[in-house]
Every structure is written in C-alpha cells, then in structure tokens.
C-alpha cells in the first residue's frame, strides 16, 4: 500500500548492502569515461554488471530490512511501456523480411516494399541494445531509490565534479603536449581535437558538459552555505583549518572552469550548441525562480571564460568545424534516414538496428560500399526510425511526464504532481532547487546534443545522464529536514514479514534473476570466431584445396565439406540479419564455391547464388561494389550471364566510374564485340571515352578506334574537343597520321587555336613526311604562350570529370598548360630535321624555362655535340644517363663520348655497367675488352675477349687480338 513514512536507513543489517550499491553506483558512472565510453566488448560488459551488481545489493539490502519499497517516478509507466514494446519487436523479429531472405530459388519473390509487421531486422542488435536501455533505466532506479539523504546526493555530485576536473586536467596535459601522457590506453590517436580518455571528442565534450551543467547547479546549490561558511582573508592565511575548508568550497569551480576549458578544446559544436540552449533554459527558469542576479553572474562568467579560451586557442579551429562538409553530410543522412519510416511504419526497424536496416536507404552521394554508418548521428531520429510511431509517442509522453513533474509541479509550482501526494508541490529548497536545476540541464544537454549526434548511444554519456536525471527526481521528490529525507512521492511498499522463509525466496529470485542476466552481459563480449569469420576462413581453405588440385581431378572430399559448412555458418548468420547485403553476397560466393566443388552436379547451387546476389542487390541498390560482384559472379557461369554481367558492370560504372578497370580486366577474356563493350558503360561521351581509352591501353585498339567514334556521336562541343584528341592520339600509336590530322582539323574547327591540338596536328603532319610540320609545332608553341598569358592553367579546361581523368592519365603533370612542353616538342622537331643551330637555340630556353626529361637531353646533347659544343654536350648526356640509368642508347653515347674525351677512367666505368646490363651484347663486350687493352690490363682484356669468342666463335678481331696476346 502507498505510504508516506519518513525515509529511514532501515535496519543495521541493510547499511551495507546499501553502502555497497551507492559503492558499485560510483563505479559504474566514473569507469565508462574513463575506458573510452565502454562502447562495446569487455569494457561495456564491465559496466553493466557494476550497474547489475548496484541494483542487486539494493534489491538484497531492502530483502534483509525485511520490506520492498520503490519510489513511484513520472517514468515507470512510459518506460514499461517501452521495455514492452521493444520486447515486441523481438517476438516478432525479422518475420517476412526472414522468410524472403532465406527463400528458395523456386519461391523467391521481389524484395517487398513496404513491412508492416517486422518487429526487429536485427535481433542481436536489438537485445544488446535493450540491455544497454536497462542499464540506463537501472542506474535511474539505484539513484533514485538508494541515494535518498542528503549527504549522499552532495557526495555524489562532489565526486562526479571532482573526476570531471582530474580527467578534464589530465585531457588539457595530453593536448598540450601533443602526446599520450596519461591517457595512454585510448585507442584513438590525438588529433587536433580534445578528447580525453574517450575515443570520439564530441561524446567527450558531452560528458563534460553534462557535468558542466551540474556544477553549475551545485554552485547555486550551496551559494547560502558558502556564505555561512566563509570566513575572514585573515583567518583563511593563518589558520590550516581554514584554508582547507576554502579550498573544498572554491575546488568545485575550479573543477568546472577546467572541464569548460577542455569542453571548447574539443572544438564540439553540438555541444556549443547544447551549451548556449542549455544556458538560455537555466537564465529563464531561474529568472522565473527570482534567482535571476546569481545565475546570470554564474552564467556571465562562464561565457567570459569561453570566450577567453576562444580567443586564447583562436576562433580559426571552430570556425573551421562550423563550416566543414560533415554538417552537409549529416544532413544528407537524415533525409535518406526519413524513408526508412515509410517501409516500416508499424514498430520501426527494431531498437539498435539502424545500421542493419540503413543500407537499403544509404545513397551513393553518402558513399554506399564506401562508408558505414551504424548511427543516423542523431539520437533522436534514430530512436523514431528504431521505434516507430509508438516508441516516438512513448518517448514524447515520457519527457512531457517528467517535465509536468519537476519541473511544472516542483520547480514552478504549477499543476500537481503525477506521482505526489501533496497539491502544492512546489521546492523552494536552495539545495534542492540549485542540484534540480543542474541536474536537468545535464539531461537537456544530453538531449539537444543528441538532435545532431549519437552521445546517448555511448554508456558513459547515457549514465551519467541516467544518473543525473535520477539526481533532479532525488531533489525534487524529497525534503531534506534535520530528521531525515522525507519523501513527496508516494512510496509502494510491500513487507516480506517476519520470517526468514519470505526473505530466502525473494534473495533466490533476485539472485536468479541477476545469475540469469550475467550471460546475456558477457554474451557479445566472448572472444569467439563469428560466424562470418568462420565463414571466411572455411571459404579460403576451400578455394586453396580446389586451387591445389590436378586438372580434370574432382574436387577432394575436405573442400566439398568446408564450402557446405560455410554456407551453412552464413544461413545461420542471415537468421540474425536477414537485411545485411554482405552476407547476401558472402553467401552468393560460397554458393559458387561450393558448387564449384561438386562439380556437374552445381547448377542448382549456381542459380541459388546468382539468386543470393540478387538479394544483396536489392538490399543496397547503390553500392556499385555489389554490382561488380555480380557482374563477376555471372561471369563464372556460361555465356547466358554475359547479358546480365554487362548490365550489372554498366550500373556500376554509372555509380563509381573508377570500377571501369577491373572490368574491363575481367571482361577481357571474353572477347566481346564493339556493341558488347557499349553495354558495359553508360551511352555518354564520356564514358565511353573512358571504356575507349581503357581499352586502348589494353591492345583492343580496333574496338577503342569505334568506340570513339561512337562517343563522338552525341557528344557537345567542349566534350568533342577532347574526345577527337585522344582519338587522334590513338591514330597516331596504330599509324594512321592521316585519320589523325582529319580528327585534329575538325577538333580546330571547333575550337581555333587549341595548342594541345596544334601539337598534335603537327605531330600527324611529321608522321605523314609534310613539310609545314615544323610551322605547326611553331604554331602549337605560339598559341600555348598566348593562352599562358592570357592566365589559362588548363590545357583542357571545360571537359567533364571522366574526360579529365583521360586528360590526365595520358599528360600527366603537363595536363597543366605550360610553354616549356611545347617548346621542347619544337626543339625535338627542329633535331630531328637535323637544323641544329636552331634546335640548340629551342633547347637552351627549354632548359632555362624548366627541368628536361632524359630524352631532353639527350636531344639536348645531339645538338650541342652538332654545333661544336663538346664539353656541354658531355654533360648533356651525363644527365640523360643519370635521370635514365637503363637506358642503353644514352650509356653507350656517353661511354664513346668519354673515351674520345680521353676520360679513359669514367669511359671504362660506363661499358662496365653497360655489360652488365646487356651481358651478351658481343659489341659492348668488344668494345670493353678495347677499353682495359687502352688502360693496360692485359688479363681482363683477354678475359672479355674469350667471352666474346664464347658468344660469337668466329668473331675476327678477339681471335686475332687474342693470337697477338699470346706470343711471348
């Protein structure tokens, strides 16, 4: 029966149980922050059984007072009713979405656009996540249950604030020094961002924030106490005593100024955010309060000091933040995320399961088969789309409960209290007023900050802020009076009588019940082989027998058994996540696999994994890997899957162009007709340029000559530009120089005075033997100095992306317009008609304009050797061989040109390495041989002249060299 008896510790043998809950409470709140979050594994199985292990002595503790009690709350009923719901979705699980996920080839039907009854996608990650919501809601009831006096919710608050400021002291030491002094354990490397012992700053930054807020509100708390309790400067500098007791009353600010300051290191803007909405809620409801002056004080100096920590560490970081393009990208998020409502508009995708159910939703603009996304980086959107219509209402009617309570009721004194006794339940408490406050702005922190990020799905963010909210409802549903805590809501009270029978059933249930839940914690912290990891290992110890295996010999008995136990593994792992497309398709493959392994007998498995693929497709109709894989995979069948292969590589050429390569690789054997490489790629000039020129570089020199052409047909001007010139490039490599002048001509028709295209003509003019060659590369050179003038950086600027990637990939660093290529062209035309007076003068300024390639000089050497410059001319050739030190033309010029200098010692280096270049080259070796005779060494000229007689028997200079050498 309800009862409103004062709250007492009950009796002596329930003080220590009771002592160790509060124990086991601190632990749970101080180890999640400290171990990264306690996100997942064996950190967040830790905590949870702190939690469990705090309820479970509480629970003892009131079972020897001999009495149950629980403190009615305005969130008992909206939270059963949500534990119920969530309990639904996993009765129901996947339901229909199972059923086609593991349907037969014969009974396979489309993937359905709408589940109306789909519980949850992911029941694993359903049940983890209830546990981690029970974990929340268990440290609500321990805090609200056990911490009831006074003393123990100022203990509580003074030992959240003085860890706040160690770790938050301890972050500023680490950021810094630009190293990991004391939070060496993190996972995560420092960045350019605050983030203490936690692994992402902004969940740092909220967990600071949240007990920002709480300082706050515990500073007001105790504003009339500090009064009291100050004493004179005098006494405080003389007295030990005194000075100790000071520094415990300022030690709290100070806590809160360093957590501020870490808080703006991280550089977070949702918790800016929060920050400003949380203060602006503070400053009105304290100005309804009439403690407007004390609070807007508190309120000023903490803005002064982030705008001096602003100002110290500079507004360019934040502003950086504020404008970066991950705020685009959230957005962009959120609109795919809204969909996900209308295909599952009765119970949502299950509590947890967002990213099992995102990628069907995920687009390719957010880098489907690139990214994951396990949140919608918004923990209140996310909750909708887990929870559908009824968890959002819940949640709705959940805040509205607990706002019309402490806040409505107790703090405004307007209505009545859902769960009170009194009419008017108004606090005017400073203390309690002053830690409700607080308290309550840690909890909206939470919540504004969770509109743009996940904080609430990380454990050391969502207890404290279960905590917090446990600390308001604490001191807002109690009088501290010097007799004792009395309560203002109604307590449910049930006695276990006096006897010890009672007693020992309701320890063996709790017991039970705790035993019971200590699997379900450490269930998914087990280091154990997944499924799909055991998957993966069996498929690559299949593939190796099946690759280890004699041509024509059937497939050993062990790799028939790894495939099958493979498939096997990832069915069972389906039944889970019936909704993942990579298990869709880890299974497509083992499928194959196995099927493989049977040999004649594997058309079935063959249909049941193009059927498999076809699943994965469906699931995520943006991820142009998936697409890949199916084309792959319809390649491993017969020529019937060459249609469907083509259609599923052109979708995903249209998704990510850079995919073009690998199949073009893996259509290569296939030898397919010029329209067959049409269908690979999407019907757009530029794409087919890019299938052209990939096949260009492949030997399919015929099919790219069409597919250009074809390209060519619905291209614009700007496209066809650059089409025709790597047209034209391509005529020139299979020497056609006159198609290639026909392309350039009617490029330049387009447009007039194109250098790229001038180079290229006058290349199809020297090839074709036409004597205004040499006024065209003039030509080409004049019209890139104007266009450089001009301030043009491009050679070509207006071509879309596909057609850059060409550009690019043939010029490489001269896709950027510069005079220095053209002029080097000049001189190579001007060397190659032999004018070397002038081909001398082009090659000067080349040189003066910019470094040359090996080949530059070389040319560069010709010329100068050809106008009398000798000694330049050495040099020249000495570079050429140091840019290009295989070469052999550029070492044996260099080596000739050595001796006849009379550099005897470098001369002879050079055919050294010359023969060991080309170690059978009988010239080199003659010439060699010559060299030691000229420097005197007898023995190894004789040496290489037997060489030469072993490569070439009858060679007449080493038998007569070698006859000489031997007289006496």
Excluded at 685 to 699: D, I, K, N, Y
């Amino acid at each position: 029966m309800p009862t409103t008896a004062a709250i007492t510790r009950g009796e002596s043998a329930a003080v220590p149980l009771e002592s160790a809950s509060i124990w086991l409470l601190y632990a749970a709140l101080l180890w999640p922050a400290l171990a990264g979050g306690a996100h997942a594994g064996w950190l967040l199985a830790a905590t949870q059984l702190l939690v469990l292990l705090s309820a479970l002595a509480w629970v003892l503790g009131m079972v020897v007072a001999g009495r149950l009690e629980w403190r009615r709350t305005a969130l008992d009923r909206p939270v059963g009713l949500l534990i119920v719901l969530i309990a639904t979705q996993l009765v129901l699980g996947p339901g229909p979405l199972l059923r086609w996920a593991l349907a037969s080839p014969e009974s396979a039907a489309f993937l359905p656009a709408r589940f109306l009854f789909v519980g949850t996608v992911s029941p694993g990650d359903t049940t983890r996540a209830l546990l981690l919501f029970l974990t929340y809601v268990g440290v609500y009831a321990v805090v609200v249950n056990v911490v009831r006096r006074r003393a123990d919710v100022e203990r509580l608050v003074r030992t959240l604030l003085v860890t706040g400021g160690v770790v938050a002291f301890a972050s500023l030491v680490d950021f810094l020094a630009r190293e990991d002094w004391v939070f060496r354990w993190r996972a995560e490397r420092l960045s350019g961002r605050l983030t203490g012992p936690f692994a992402n700053p902004d969940h740092c930054a909220t967990w600071l924030l949240m007990l920002v807020c709480l300082g706050m509100g515990y500073l007001a708390a105790r504003r009339g106490q500090a009064r009291s309790e100050s004493g004179r400067l005098a006494d405080v500098v003389r007295s030990p005593r005194d000075r100790e007791a000071a520094l415990r009353r300022h030690l709290p600010a100070f806590g809160v100024g360093l957590m501020t300051l870490a808080m703006v290191l991280t550089l977070s803007r949702g918790a800016l955010v929060s920050l400003a909405v949380t203060g602006a809620l503070g400053l009105l409801a304290a100005a309804r309060l009439g403690r407007l002056r004390r609070s807007l004080a508190l309120a000023c100096a903490l803005g002064a000091m982030i705008l001096g920590y602003g100002l110290w560490i500079g507004l360019g970081p934040l502003l950086h933040r504020v404008g970066s393009a991950d705020a685009l990208g959230r957005v962009l998020q959120w609109q795919a995320t809204l969909p996900m409502l209308a295909v599952f508009p009765t119970f949502g995708v299950g509590l947890g399961a967002y990213k099992e159910a995102f990628f069907h939703f995920q687009p390719s603009t957010l880098g489907a088969g690139h990214m994951y996304f396990p949140y919608a980086h918004s923990d209140l959107l996310q909750l909708l789309i887990e929870t559908g219509p009824l968890g959002a209402a819940l949640a709705l009617w959940a805040a509205g409960r607990v706002a019309r309570d402490l806040v409505g009721a107790h703090l405004l004194g307007r209505g009545r209290c859902p769960v009170g006794r009194d009419t008017d339940a108004r606090r005017s408490d400073p203390f309690s007023v002053g830690i409700a406050i607080g308290a309550l702005g840690a909890v909206v922190a939470l919540l504004v900050h969770s509109a743009v990020d996940f904080p609430a799905r990380i454990p050391a963010d969502g207890i404290l802020a279960a905590a917090c909210l446990g600390l308001a409802t604490t001191a807002m549903h109690t009088r501290f009076t010097g007799a004792g805590p009395i309560p203002v809501e109604v307590i449910r009270r049930r006695s276990l009588g006096s006897g010890l029978a009672q007693r020992v059933v309701a320890s063996a249930v709790a017991l039970g019940l705790a035993s019971g839940l200590v699997p379900w914690i450490i269930g998914p912290a087990r280091v154990e082989a997944a499924p799909a990891e055991r998957a993966q290992s069996e498929l690559a110890e299949a593939r190796r027998l099946l690759a280890a295996r004699a041509p024509g010999e059937q497939a050993p008995p062990e790799a028939q058994a790894l495939a099958t136990a493979a498939v096997t593994d990832l069915r069972r792992l389906l039944a889970s996540t019936p909704s993942n497309p990579f298990v869709h398709e880890r299974l497509a493959w083992a499928l194959e696999l196995q099927s493989a392994a049977r040999g004649d007998g594997g058309a079935d498995l063959h249909r049941a994994a193009l059927l498999s693929m076809q699943r994965a497709v469906a699931l995520q109709p943006e991820n142009p890997y998936l697409y890949r894989s199916q084309a792959a995979l319809n390649l491993t069948g017969e020529a019937s899957g060459l249609d469907v292969a083509l259609a599923a590589g052109r979708r995903a050429v249209e998704l990510d162009p850079a995919l073009l390569p690998d199949l073009v690789d893996r259509l290569a054997p296939r030898g397919l007709a010029v329209a067959q490489w049409a269908d690979l790629v999407p019907a757009r000039p530029a794409t087919l340029t890019a299938l052209a020129a990939q096949l260009e570089s492949r030997g399919f020199l015929r099919e790219a000559d069409a597919l250009y052409e074809r390209a060519l047909q619905s291209a614009g001007t700007d496209e066809a530009t650059a089409i025709r010139w790597a047209w034209a490039q391509l005529l020139l490599g299979i020497r056609q120089p006159a198609r290639a002048l026909a392309q350039t001509d009617a490029a330049l028709a387009r447009s007039p005075g194109h250098p790229e295209l001038l180079l290229t003509r006058a290349r199809a003019l020297a090839a074709l033997g036409r004597p205004e060659a040499l006024a065209a590369f003039s030509e080409a050179l004049q019209s890139a100095q104007a266009r450089q003038s001009a301030g043009e950086r491009l050679v070509f600027a207006a071509e879309t992306p596909a057609l850059r990637a060409i550009v690019s990939s043939r010029l490489g660093l001269d896709s950027k317009l510069s005079t220095a290529r053209y002029r080097r062209a000049l001189a190579q035309r001007l060397s190659d008609e032999g004018r070397w007076p002038a081909a001398r003068a082009e090659w000067d300024r080349a040189l003066a304009e910019g470094p040359l390639d090996a080949a530059g000089h070389f040319a560069h050497a010709q010329a100068l050797e050809a106008t009398g410059e000798r000694a330049r001319a050495l040099e020249a050739y000495g570079q050429a061989v140091a840019l290009d030190a295989r070469a052999v033309t550029y070492r044996v010029r260099l080596a000739e040109r050595l001796w006849e200098a009379e550099q005897y010692v470098q001369g002879l280096a050079e055919w050294q390495r010359l023969v060991e270049q080309e170690p059978r080259n009988v010239h080199m070796r003659v010439a060699l041989a010559r060299a030691y005779l000229k420097t005197g060494d007898r023995d190894r000229a004789l040496g290489e002249y037997r060489r030469v007689l072993s490569l070439e028997p009858g060679h007449a200079e080493a038998r007569q060299v070698m006859a000489r050498l031997a007289q006496p």
